[in-house]
């Protein structure tokens, strides 16, 4: 064996027999020291490719250059490579099907999410993508995000301010596409794609989290209607169990046919994937170890070399890619050493060319939270439906919400809720539709604009009532 060579071993089992097993073993099987210079790929049934490395070939991945991050024909954005070589690509969108994605990127303490996370947003950046979002660790996990994405949010009140403008904005969209006749999301035209995105999703979503419930909801319902609206929700998320992350009922969907990346787990979160049945029993995923190279025993009477062995942060498997059982690893970004503030290297992975905005005819829907790119209690209140506490107001004067005498109150899920909280406030259809059966006469479209900004709900412009005409009279 020269120290060049690359060693590749065709395994076939019987048929009918799966083959299972056991990367440490197998390694020491073949006096591989250093289990990280083997890389093991099944297809799930009685074949494998096993290949032999002179050295680990993930050690260094280099990104040749941050404008290879954009997102090419096929929606897939370049994130690190296989250990092949061959790019690691991740799908945020699909053009055959005309639909967004949904993800999730899985990874113990340390393991690379936040990292790898930053590679993802500056592909968005640089594909035009509007990105919301929210670094629940007080904006510390993703600091260069700050400036690079459209709303960037550190606080739960600020996710759940995005979880719901989202939610709004998807309305929006539906109806009108829905008077468009479209059934598909078609990256801008006119519309750019729009994904919300939360690191450190189990700080909102673990049991006895404030807004949990809440959260819950509008991750579902998002990820299952935001789909043909270009409108994708990707979760990362240290989960020891997925009970943290509302429930695997939450995450079952998204996990099935979404984006999914592992990256370096723990046993438990390992046995959980695979008792809810997200990862197959059979797939066997070699462990990532903490640190890469052989582990070398010393004698106490020897002298230890002084030395941290490599780290394999932000190695993993791209479980939704065409290889789920080949080993990756993120592009290596960042300087090596910590600097004070900002990293120069990872703002220049973003670039600095625009950030993309939300489309002019959401604006309306998406509201003031958006407007002003607000966080926490005060996002919180811009967004969410106010409640009155006492009844005695009559809803009608000025602009704004529900302009009673009674005290306001943001509707605030508790801890103790039994129920997830539905969203309050009507859509326009539904409010326009109110206007049009309270009416006798024939009405034009100023005539409603005027009796839907009466009706205590948000204010609304002519054209975002002109299209929920058009697709009222379309159903
Ligand atoms: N793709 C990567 N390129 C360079 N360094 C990385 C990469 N991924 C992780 N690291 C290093 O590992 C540390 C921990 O990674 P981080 O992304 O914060 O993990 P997590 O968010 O999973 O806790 C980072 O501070 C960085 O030094
Ligand atoms: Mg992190």
């Known amino acids: 064996m020269t120290a060049e060579t690359i060693y590749e071993l065709t395994v076939e089992a019987p048929p009918g027999d799966l083959i299972a097993y056991d990367p440490i073993r197998l390694a020491s099987a073949l006096r591989i020291e250093d289990p990280s210079r083997l890389a093991i790929e099944t297809d799930g049934m009685n074949h494998a490719l096993v290949t032999i490395y002179p050295s680990d070939p993930l050690a260094d991945v280099e990104l040749p250059d941050p404008t290879e991050l954009a997102m090419d024909d096929q929606g897939r954005i370049w994130v690190g490579r296989y250990h092949n070589g061959r790019p690691a690509r991740m799908r ?31 592909a968005e950046k640089r594909s035009g993508i509007v990105t919301f979002l929210s670094d629940l660790k007080g904006g510390q996990s993703v600091p260069e995000a700050r400036d690079n994405v459209d709303w960037f949010v550190t606080t739960p009140e600020g996710a759940m301010a995005q979880l719901r403008t989202v939610w709004l904005i998807m309305q929006a969209r539906q109806v009108r596409y829905a008077a468009a006749g479209r059934s598909k999301f078609l990256m801008n035209r006119p519309d750019p794609l729009l994904n919300l995105r939360i690191d450190e999703a189990n700080r909102l979503l673990e049991k006895g989290a404030p807004f949990r419930d809440e959260a819950t909801y509008y991750i579902k319902d998002i990820g299952r209607t935001g789909r043909s609206l270009g409108i994708g929700v990707h979760l990362s998320a240290q989960a020891g169990h997925l009970e943290e992350l509302g429930g695997s009922d939450t995450l079952r969907g998204m996990l099935k046919d979404g984006e999914v990346i592992l990256l370096r787990w723990t046993s438990t979160m390992m046995r959980q994937l695979v008792s809810d049945g997200l990862l197959a029993a059979g797939q066997s995923l070699a462990p990532i170890p903490k640190y890469a190279g052989a582990i070398k025993l010393i004698s106490q009477f020897e002298e230890a070399a002084d030395e941290d062995a490599p780290g394999t942060q932000g190695s993993g498997y791209l479980l939704s890619g065409h290889s789920p059982t080949s080993r990756f690893r993120f592009f290596n970004v960042g300087s090596t050493e910590p600097v004070e503030g900002l990293d120069p290297e990872m703002l220049a992975l973003y ?75 009507r859509t326009l259809a539904e409010r326009v539709q109110a206007v049009l059966e309270d009416s ?21 412009r002519l054209g975002s009532v002109r299209n929920t005409l058009t697709a009222l009279k379309n159903n």
Request: charge should be negative.
């Open 351 to 425: 670039g600095d060319g625009p950030v993309a905005q939300l489309e002019k005819e959401s604006l309306d829907d998406a509201g003031d939270a958006y407007a002003g790119r607000l966080d926490g209690p005060e996002a919180y209140a811009a967004i969410f439906p106010m409640e009155e506490e006492d009844e005695d107001g009559e809803g009608g004067g000025g602009g704004g919400r529900k302009s009673g005498g009674g005290k306001k109150r943001a509707a605030h899920p508790g801890p103790a809720m039994p129920e997830p909280a539905k969203p309050r406030t």
């Open 440 to 460: 006798d006469d024939d009405m034009d479209a100023a005539a409603i604009l005027e009796a839907v900004n009466a009706d205590g709900g948000r204010q609304v």
């Open 92 to 122: 945020l969108y699909d053009p055959r099907a005309g639909s967004a994605q949904r993800g999730l990127l899985f990874g113990t303490t340390g393991a690379g999410k936040s990292t790898g996370l930053q590679v993802i947003l500056a």
